[in-house]
């Protein structure tokens, strides 16, 4: 097979980071090449010192054998590299044709020749199987052709090298396998495709060959055929199958013992979740186990009501509920402490005391303010139930570390009492001690009477807490492991499908 592209040794860091350490890509004429690991792995600076959004540190790319340096995404372009986002990045208010021919209009005469960019788009699109009419405005039409659209304008450019980067997030399954079809078809026209996904099921239809990064280094570049699926979790999680500790626990199963306490029926968001049903005891922790774009997430805000599901219903304690939005949730006892503490979680240039109180005062109503001692009093009592290492209650939470920050972000939703507390990956970024003490609070919440939704990334976390796992992959709800049934061994047995052992 003729090499397309090689990266070699590539390193990039930033400001205490060193996101690429000694990374090799090799790409051949005419393969579609899965490029996987979990957030963080390095996927996104691989491709944007690729494609001249950021520059190498060291090493060297060549393209076709000769050495190539892009400084731009429009040198990138030029070289014959071409990269299409999950977000289309095209105008929504110009045609397809135009969007097309941006940049490179034709004119005849000292005019731009329309009827002639009309016809070589609509020739361009047809390629691809692709027949819509091309005057018409790429806002009025679905996120799947708007992709294809930008598929096609990299081909028409001359792209040697094709990057999809999660290209199938927003689409459903019908509008999945149209893309497969033409990734297919450039296949056989010879262009090297990269596609980054999360989705397991996707690689195994579509690709070739596998590459793996983990924590900014190269894992490995493995044939689809020579990688089972189970290896691949392995991979990109940083544990061998047969290494992980079965650690076996006596735990309740509170589905015997317990009454439900919320109990969803056919939950679904088009192209973002496939319909589940879905329920969580009282005094029990459900955890939801899955890679990175499996779902979990998801399933967490349409039960918060952060997402709008398309349909299905909602009890709580028995009783049918319409949860609108958060404050409505908060209403019915939920609360929800997301996985992205410093965008979704903390005001940065609030205190501690401002931060631990926001969803009370939320809950209570803008007419009913709490006092500024009663503020004091709660702020006092969790800074010192919690441990959180503070100089004060009205010390800036962004001075804090990143685990007390999340000690204040649980503060702020146990002050309101709830019943339900979805925790969204409360531990990632904190050290050890922080982390074990917040995975104790956790259990002892939960003995207390309170349910927990927890999600997390991290398998020992989910043994060591959980009473019940739900294990996602690609959308689906897919197996569920209750009490003494959760282990390492079964939760990446179940993410790989069961198969490669």
Same mark, same amino acid.
């Given at each position: 097979?003729?090499?397309?592209?090689?990266?070699?040794?590539?390193?990039?860091?930033?400001?205490?980071?060193?996101?690429?350490?000694?990374?090799?890509?090799?790409?051949?004429?005419?393969?579609?090449?899965?490029?996987?690991?979990?957030?963080?792995?390095?996927?996104?600076?691989?491709?944007?010192?690729?494609?001249?959004?950021?520059?190498?540190?060291?090493?060297?790319?060549?393209?076709?054998?000769?050495?190539?340096?892009?400084?731009?995404?429009?040198?990138?372009?030029?070289?014959?590299?071409?990269?299409?986002?999950?977000?289309?990045?095209?105008?929504?208010?110009?045609?397809?044709?135009?969007?097309?021919?941006?940049?490179?209009?034709?004119?005849?005469?000292?005019?731009?020749?329309?009827?002639?960019?009309?016809?070589?788009?609509?020739?361009?699109?047809?390629?691809?199987?692709?027949?819509?009419?091309?005057?018409?405005?790429?806002?009025?039409?679905?996120?799947?052709?708007?992709?294809?659209?930008?598929?096609?304008?990299?081909?028409?450019?001359?792209?040697?090298?094709?990057?999809?980067?999660?290209?199938?997030?927003?689409?459903?399954?019908?509008?999945?396998?149209?893309?497969?079809?033409?990734?297919?078809?450039?296949?056989?026209?010879?262009?090297?495709?990269?596609?980054?996904?999360?989705?397991?099921?996707?690689?195994?239809?579509?690709?070739?060959?596998?590459?793996?990064?983990?924590?900014?280094?190269?894992?490995?570049?493995?044939?689809?055929?020579?990688?089972?699926?189970?290896?691949?979790?392995? =991979?990109?999680? +940083? /544990?061998?199958?047969?290494?992980?500790?079965? *650690? $076996?626990?006596? !735990?309740?199963?509170?589905?015997?013992? #317990?009454?439900?306490?919320?109990?969803?029926?056919?939950?679904?968001?088009?192209?973002?979740?496939?319909?589940?049903?879905?329920?969580?005891?009282?005094?029990?922790?459900?955890?939801?186990?899955?890679?990175?774009?499996?779902?979990?997430?998801?399933?967490?805000?349409?039960?918060?009501?952060?997402?709008?599901?398309?349909?299905?219903?909602? =009890?709580?304690? +028995? /009783?049918?509920?319409?949860?609108?939005?958060? *404050? $409505?949730?908060? !209403?019915?006892?939920?609360?929800?402490? #997301?996985?992205?503490?410093?965008?979704?979680?903390?005001?940065?240039?609030?205190?501690?005391?401002?931060?631990?109180?926001?969803?009370?005062?939320?809950?209570?109503?803008?007419?009913?303010?709490?006092?500024?001692?009663?503020?004091?009093?709660?702020?006092?009592?969790?800074?010192?139930?919690?441990?959180?290492?503070?100089?004060?209650?009205?010390?800036?939470?962004?001075?804090?570390?990143?685990?007390?920050?999340?000690?204040?972000?649980?503060?702020?939703?146990?002050?309101?009492?709830?019943?339900?507390?979805?925790?969204?990956?409360?531990?990632?970024?904190?050290?050890?001690?922080?982390?074990?003490?917040?995975?104790?609070?956790?259990?002892?919440?939960?003995?207390?009477?309170?349910?927990?939704?927890?999600?997390?990334?991290?398998?020992?976390?989910?043994?060591?807490?959980?009473?019940?796992?739900?294990?996602?992959?690609?959308?689906?709800?897919?197996?569920?492991?209750?009490?003494?049934?959760?282990?390492?061994?079964?939760?990446?047995?179940?993410?790989?499908?069961?198969?490669?052992?």
């Amino acid at each position: 097979m003729k090499k397309v592209l090689e990266m070699k040794g590539i390193y990039k860091s930033f400001p205490g980071v060193k996101a690429l350490s000694n990374v090799d890509l090799t790409l051949y004429e005419g393969e579609i090449h899965a490029l996987m690991g979990e957030n963080g792995a390095g996927k996104s600076t691989l491709i944007k010192v690729l494609t001249g959004v950021e520059s190498i540190d060291s090493g060297k790319v060549f393209l076709e054998g000769k050495e190539i340096v892009a400084n731009s995404t429009k040198e990138a372009q030029e070289l014959g590299i071409s990269t299409v986002y999950q977000e289309v990045n095209l105008c929504p208010n110009l045609s397809v044709a135009e969007n097309l021919y941006i940049g490179r209009e034709i004119i005849k005469k000292g005019f731009i020749d329309w009827k002639t960019i009309n016809k070589k788009a609509k020739e361009s699109l047809k390629k691809i199987n692709i027949d819509i009419d091309v005057t018409r405005t790429l806002d009025s039409y679905s996120v799947a052709i708007q992709q294809m659209v930008a598929i096609a304008r990299a081909v028409d450019i001359d792209a040697k090298v094709l990057i999809l980067d999660e290209p199938t997030s927003s689409l459903d399954s019908e509008e999945v396998e149209e893309l497969f079809e033409t990734m297919r078809k450039l296949k056989e026209q010879g262009i090297a495709i990269v596609f980054v996904t999360h989705f397991m099921d996707q690689v195994y239809r579509v690709s070739d060959r596998i590459t793996v990064l983990r924590n900014g280094e190269l894992v490995g570049s493995y044939s689809v055929t020579e990688l089972p699926r189970v290896q691949l979790v392995a =991979k990109m999680i +940083g /544990k061998e199958f047969d290494q992980l500790e079965n *650690i $076996n626990q006596n !735990k309740e199963d509170k589905t015997l013992i #317990s009454e439900i306490f919320l109990d969803a029926k056919n939950i679904s968001n088009k192209g973002v979740i496939d319909s589940f049903d879905f329920n969580i005891f009282k005094g029990e922790i459900l955890g939801l186990a899955g890679l990175l774009g499996s779902g979990r997430t998801e399933i967490a805000r349409l039960l918060y009501g952060i997402d709008k599901n398309d349909n299905g219903s909602t =009890k709580i304690k +028995g /009783k049918k509920v319409n949860i609108k939005n958060p *404050i $409505n949730a908060i !209403k019915h006892g939920l609360s929800f402490c #997301s996985e992205n503490r410093k965008t979704e979680g903390i005001v940065d240039n609030l205190s501690v005391r401002e931060n631990i109180i926001l969803a009370l005062q939320a809950k209570k109503g803008l007419l009913n303010n709490i006092s500024r001692k009663e503020q004091e009093e709660i702020a006092d009592k969790y800074i010192k139930l919690l441990n959180i290492k503070t100089s004060g209650p009205e010390q800036l939470i962004k001075n804090l570390s990143g685990g007390n920050q999340q000690k204040v972000l649980l503060a702020r939703w146990l002050i309101t009492e709830p019943d339900l507390l979805i925790l969204d990956e409360p531990t990632r970024g904190i050290d050890i001690g922080a982390k074990a003490e917040i995975q104790k609070l956790i259990v002892e919440l939960a003995e207390k009477g309170m349910s927990i939704l927890f999600i997390s990334s991290e398998l020992e976390e989910m043994v060591r807490c959980c009473n019940r796992v739900k294990v996602l992959r690609d959308r689906v709800i897919v197996n569920e492991l209750i009490s003494n049934e959760i282990s390492e061994n079964s939760i990446m047995k179940t993410i790989a499908g069961g198969q490669g052992l």
